[in-house]
């Protein structure tokens, strides 16, 4: 590759930011990684990933790990203006990443997602600003406007009617106004927007990427964040799980880490400016509650202990499903490799003998 070229890489020990790590130091790059374990500050001790961390700096020999805070521009700056150009690319995923915690703090919910990501941004723009720039938003965005749609009450979930707009999933026209977000949404939508301008007024290359529920075997799963990690996990310990409201039906879509980091890729190879995309597992990778406890009693082979509540969480999606059609059009070599039942099962198998220890 010639010069040493780095990727930044922000939430680095966590599920999107250590699957990048592995992924773009196998295509040749050094990695930069800036996490400071706020998870464990947030969700408590089984939340931790140091395990990852430890992991990363064991196998990854072209990475360089910074226990920085994001929300402190200096240190932030320091490392931009030690590597400059040499930064290619930045992946931001460092967050506070649930939006029930927010509501017990919401002033550091701002300052990591919004503050921190301004931060980013400024330093970026100042010292790298031929690097292209990644931040994990989310489909918060757009509020509980999802839950407006014509939906219909199934035996084992909700679904969109037939013949609706969004009956193939939820794109990026839904509108983000007049709507409850939850604080963690209102905090991620100014940092998607932050981003967004300073790609359209900069000229800088930035994306939005407006996930669904993101996944995989790196997660660190609790009660507040991490549906499948922490399902799983709860099947496995036979702790007791919590479906909050719509009778468990309510539906979410599911992206692999990997497959996510696979379009992160291709958005780098052909970037542009202030752009948005939706992101999930789509049509083809989605499930209830419900349903995703089945698969998971089976996976196990073992029965989990859950109880109801008919209290659902303040601006909880209904049915949120991505429509995938503007990334696939800009980037038609990407395509999903995981299914639910594969993502529950490579979890499982990834984490088993770590929570029987645990």
């Given amino acids: 590759m010639g010069k040493k070229k780095y990727v930044l890489i922000t939430g680095s020990d966590g599920l999107i930011g250590s699957e990048s790590v592995k992924f773009f130091s196998n295509k040749g790059y050094h990695i930069l990684g800036i996490d400071n374990n706020s998870r464990m500050k947030f969700f408590g001790k089984e939340a931790s990933v140091l395990w990852n961390r430890n992991h990363l700096k064991k196998n990854i020999p072209n990475y360089i790990h910074f226990n920085y805070d994001i929300r402190n521009s200096k240190k932030v700056d320091k490392v931009f203006q030690d590597y400059k150009n040499d930064i290619v690319l930045i992946i931001h995923t460092a967050a506070q990443p ?27 723009r100042k010292n790298s600003p031929k690097a292209s720039f990644i931040f994990t938003s989310t489909n918060k965005v757009y509020g509980d406007n999802p839950n407006k749609l014509d939906l219909i009450e199934d035996k ?8 609706s707009k969004y009956e193939y999933g939820i794109d990026e026209n839904m509108s983000i106004d007049n709507t409850l977000h939850s604080l963690f949404g209102a905090s991620k939508t100014s940092a998607d927007i932050l981003v967004q301008e300073y790609g359209k007024y900069f000229g800088l290359k930035t994306v939005s990427f407006r996930g669904g529920c993101l996944t995989g075997p790196s997660h660190s799963g609790t009660s507040l964040h991490g549906f499948l990690s922490y ?29 996510l980091v696979k379009g992160f890729y291709e958005f780098f190879q052909n970037p542009k400016s202030g752009e948005v995309y939706n992101i999930g597992g789509g049509a083809n990778s989605n499930c209830s509650m419900l349903e995703a406890i089945d698969i998971g009693e ?58 029987e220890k645990n």
């Fill in 298 to 355: 089976k996976i196990v082979n073992k029965p989990m202990h859950y109880e109801y509540s008919h209290t659902s969480r303040i601006g909880d999606h209904i049915w949120y499903v991505s429509d995938l059609s503007k990334f696939k059009k800009d980037y038609p070599n990407w395509n999903l490799t995981y299914g639910i039942e594969e993502i529950m099962n490579e979890i499982y198998h990834s984490n088993v003998k770590r929570w």
């Fill in 156 to 163: 084992r979930r909700y679904k969109v009617k037939k013949g």
């Fill in 98 to 124: 649930s939006h029930d915690w927010a509501s017990s703090n919401p002033k550091l919910d701002y300052e990591v997602n919004s503050l921190g990501t301004l931060n980013l941004l400024e330093s970026y």
């Fill in 231 to 259: 399902l799983m996990r709860c099947i496995v310990t036979g702790d007791k799980y919590t479906i909050y409201g719509y009778k468990g039906k309510q539906v979410r879509d599911n992206i692999h880490s990997s497959d």
